[in-house]
Structures are given as C-alpha cells and as structure tokens.
T-cell receptor, first 117, second 112 residues
Framework: DGGITQSPKYLFRKEGQNVTLSCEQN?????MYWYRQDPGQGLRLIYY???????QKGDIAEGYSVSREKKESFPLTVTSAQKNPTAFYLC????????????????FGQGTRLTVV | SQELEQSPQSLIVQEGKNLTINCTSS?????LYWYKQKYGEGLIFLMM?????EEKSHEKITAKLDEKKQQSSLHITASQPSHAGIYLC????????????FGTGTRLQVTL
C-alpha cells in the first residue's frame, strides 16, 4: 500500500548526541516536510523540500539538519545544538502543487516521539 | 506569535450536540486545510478549501472559508465520541504550497 513511513516510533537520546529520524514515502510525492509538535501546541515547520537535492528552512530550523538525496526519503537529524529536542516529530509529503498549478493536501506519517534522557 | 489562531483551544461537548471551531489568519490564505489528530498519532486529512466563500461537507463535518480567505470554520453536527481528537487547521500563507504551516489546534472531547 502507498503511504509515508516514519521510524522509529519511539527514540531515546542522550544529551550531546545526534540522532536521525527516518521518513520514507512511496507516493511519488515531490514535496516533503518535517514538523515538530510540543504538548498543547500545533505543528511547527522545521524544514521542507520541494525537489530532490534541495530543501529550505522552516520556522524552527536551528539545531536540525536534513538531506534529500532521493525522492522517497527525507531524513531529519536532531543535532546536539538543539537545546530542547524532546518532542513529537511528524513527517509529511505532498505533490509539488505549486509547479503544477494544483494545490493538494499533505499526507502524514505516524510520528516519532523523541525523548532526551 | 502564531500566525494561524484557532479557537477555542479546547472544547467539551455532550454527544449529539453541534460545535464550531474557528481558524483565523491576519494574512490571505492561498489554501486552507483541516486535519484531525488522535493523541500521539499522525494527522488525518479532512478537507481543503481554496476559494473565497467555499464550503465543503463530509458526513457530519462542514468547513467554510470566508470571502476574504482569512478565516475558516469547521462545524460538526450531532457530535459522536468518534469525533474526539485534536483538530488542526493548516494553511499555505505565502502562495508557496510547499510551505504549509499549522494553527495551535483545538482539543475536542465528546461526553456520553
């Protein structure tokens, strides 16, 4: 079945360590996104990518890094520079509607809950 | 500050009652999306609105976008326990559809 998969579902990190969250989609979507969700808050955009080998910073990119080497994959690295990394991370993808003149909805993965221990 | 404001932040309604959730922006919205989220899970797409004055319905949920495309409402008729969750509005505020940002969310509880 087509969809977007995040792994792992739960992740524990020691302070000072980098960790990488996986996001894979087989929907043939051009655009992919990473969001962070804290308790009682909405989603905040970390990074997004409209095409392979290109990505842009969202509203809270500091302390995070991404790569987009393949259309299907958009991994997020939470670096030691991120001061408060404990959160729920959501990945999403959509057709690159801007280029095609058609706006479509984003599909979301099931999320990764990252906890710093 | 959050550029997409949702109200109320939380809502408790009795089963069978109607309810409305609002999403407001100070800027024109090029696309407005409504999603539902169960705690600790991903987001489920509900509806997308693009044109001023547009209204869409699915089962007992109706969403509207005002003529100025700065405010949207989500209305649930005859609420059921299955409607419980977090409702989030998302919007393309810049005309760049890939930069999709979200509101603060509204937590809905439905009591028996």
């Amino acid at each position: 079945d087509g969809g977007i998969t995040q792994s792992p579902k739960y992740l524990f990190r020691k302070e000072g360590q980098n960790v990488t969250l996986s996001c894979e989609q087989n929907l043939n979507h051009d655009a992919m996104y990473w969001y962070r969700q804290d308790p009682g808050q909405g989603l905040r955009l970390i990074y997004y990518s409209q095409i392979v080998n290109d990505f842009q910073k969202g509203d809270i990119a500091e302390g995070y890094s991404v790569s987009r080497e393949k259309k299907e994959s958009f991994p997020l690295t939470v670096t030691s520079a991120q001061k408060n990394p404990t959160a729920f991370y959501l990945c999403a993808s959509s057709h690159d509607s801007e280029n095609r003149g058609v706006r479509t909805e984003a599909f979301f993965g099931q999320g990764t809950r990252l906890t710093v221990v | 500050s959050q550029e997409l404001e949702q109200s109320p932040q939380s809502l408790i309604v009795q089963e069978g009652k109607n309810l409305t959730i609002n999403c407001t922006s100070s800027k024109t919205l090029y696309g407005l999306y409504w999603y539902k989220q169960k705690y600790g899970e991903g987001l489920i797409f509900l509806m997308m609105l693009q044109k001023g004055g547009e209204e869409k319905s699915h089962e007992k949920i109706t969403a509207k976008l005002d003529e100025k495309k700065q405010q949207s409402s989500l209305h649930i008729t005859a609420s059921q326990p299955s409607h419980a969750g977090i409702y989030l509005c998302g919007a393309d505020r810049t005309g760049t559809a890939s930069k999709l940002t979200f509101g603060t969310g509204t937590r809905l509880q439905v009591t028996l």
